[in-house]
């Protein structure tokens, strides 16, 4: 077992911890409106004596914190994400959201919290040699913040050697840590395409070039593309999400155009581009055989979050130090959701990892609206942080 744990003085202040999650958990704000947020962030990083940065990325907030000693020169960062999202929640607890149509429902509240745990016990301890870097960042729920705090500068100001992230997780017992040495989450791509057609009669088709009809046959031929050009071992979805066409009140009226959107997900560069460039050739050959025209966006919004190997064993031979080998998933099955956390492993080589919370077997997922952050497993999220700060950056050789 780790040697020095910081697990047991991080439980003596668990339920000021507590107080704060619930704090942040009634006044949720979303991405880059986290005023308030920052502000409590800011206030409890001052009042630590942590040495405090604002404004990167607009809404972020960097606390900085020195070891004991700081001649092994390293720099490591640990991130958190501070947004809420858009949506009302569906609880009678004492701490549920007083904002209508805004929740926490993805639990950065509590990762928000258990980074300031780990900067309370970093503070007390100070037990490393280099420097830690407190990460509290905005807008992580579609709207790229982590990208804007990279854009602003954050690794030319602070040049950490590594970064860690973690992100709580229902399908996880709780207190369990949970990592892959490579894809965590699948790179998250939009694309929009718009059918100009000629519109007509319904009782006389042959008069018009249908859109509709080449709607479904791009849907249906699209599917084909993750079947039949990507690798049976490698992984990629294409899903449509929205198909608009003519009025539901005009039955007889064939449209002019159609209008698809959709995602597409895949953990590797070479899927993706693999994925587009098929993608636009059989598009514009469908529409060409129809004698229609078809307009192609695509826009790749967060690359895939993929672990540095090195980085993922170290996170995972901490939390077996920490709690032992029967609390730690070694081999953490990639989600095809996103988490743009990505753009910081870009930069910097690091691992974002998983803190089983539990509540699937409730219903309580991330982004429903009855989901609760798990505050039992707060001090095992701040000790892990801080062991990987103690450990990558040992007083001792």
Not at 4 to 18: A, D, G, N, T, Y
Not at 119 to 138: E, W
Not at 147 to 154: C, E, F, P, S, T
Not at 257 to 281: H, I, P, W, Y
Request: proline residues 6%; hydrophobic residues 40%; contains cysteine.
């Amino acid at each position: 077992m780790y040697p020095r744990s910081p697990l047991e003085s991080i439980k003596k202040f668990h339920q000021e911890l507590v107080a704060v999650r619930r704090d942040l958990h009634a006044n949720p704000e979303i991405g880059f409106e986290e005023i308030r947020t920052s502000g409590i962030v800011a206030g409890a990083l001052t009042a630590l004596g942590v040495e405090v940065h604002r404004g990167i990325g607009k809404t972020g907030v960097v606390g900085v914190i020195k070891g004991q000693r700081t001649d092994s020169g390293k720099m490591i960062g640990l991130r958190a994400d501070m947004d809420a999202l858009p949506m009302s929640e569906d609880s009678v607890s004492d701490y549920c959201s007083r904002v209508p149509g805004m929740m926490h429902a993805c639990g950065h509240d509590g990762h928000t919290t258990i980074l300031l745990g780990t900067a309370k016990y970093l503070m007390q301890n100070r037990n490393f040699n280099g420097t830690a870097v407190l990460i509290f960042q905005p807008a992580e729920e579609g709207l790229g913040g982590a990208k804007a705090m990279v854009d602003d500068g954050l690794f030319d100001k602070f040049p950490c050697d590594a970064i860690y992230a973690l992100h709580n997780w229902p399908g996880l017992p709780a207190g369990v840590v949970g990592i892959n040495p490579g894809p965590m989450m699948a790179a998250s791509d939009k694309f929009e395409i718009t059918i100009q057609g000629r519109g007509g009669h319904g009782a006389h088709p042959y008069q018009t070039i249908d859109p509709i009809m080449v709607a479904a046959t791009i849907v249906t031929t699209l599917q084909t593309i993750v079947s039949r050009n990507v690798h049976p071992l490698e992984a990629a979805v294409l899903s449509f999400g929205h198909i608009n066409a003519g009025s539901p009140s005009a039955a007889s009226v064939i449209p002019g155009q159609a209008k698809l959107v959709g995602t597409v997900r895949t953990f590797s560069d070479n899927v993706q581009q693999v994925v587009e460039t098929r993608m636009r050739s059989l598009i514009a050959s469908i529409a060409e055989g129809f004698g229609a025209t078809a307009e192609f966006k695509y826009v790749r919004n967060y690359p895939a979050t993929v672990n540095t190997a090195l980085n993922a064993h170290f996170v995972a031979d901490v939390a077996t130090d920490l709690f032992g080998a029967e609390k730690v998933v070694r081999d953490m099955t990639p989600s095809m959701g996103s988490e743009d956390f990505s753009f910081m492993l870009k930069k910097v080589p690091g691992a974002y990892f998983r803190l089983g919370q539990g509540g699937a077997e409730d219903g309580r997922f991330l982004h429903n609206p009855r989901f609760d952050f798990n505050d039992d497993v707060i001090p095992v999220g701040s000790a892990t942080f801080a062991a990987l700060i103690e450990r990558g950056m040992p007083l001792q050789p």
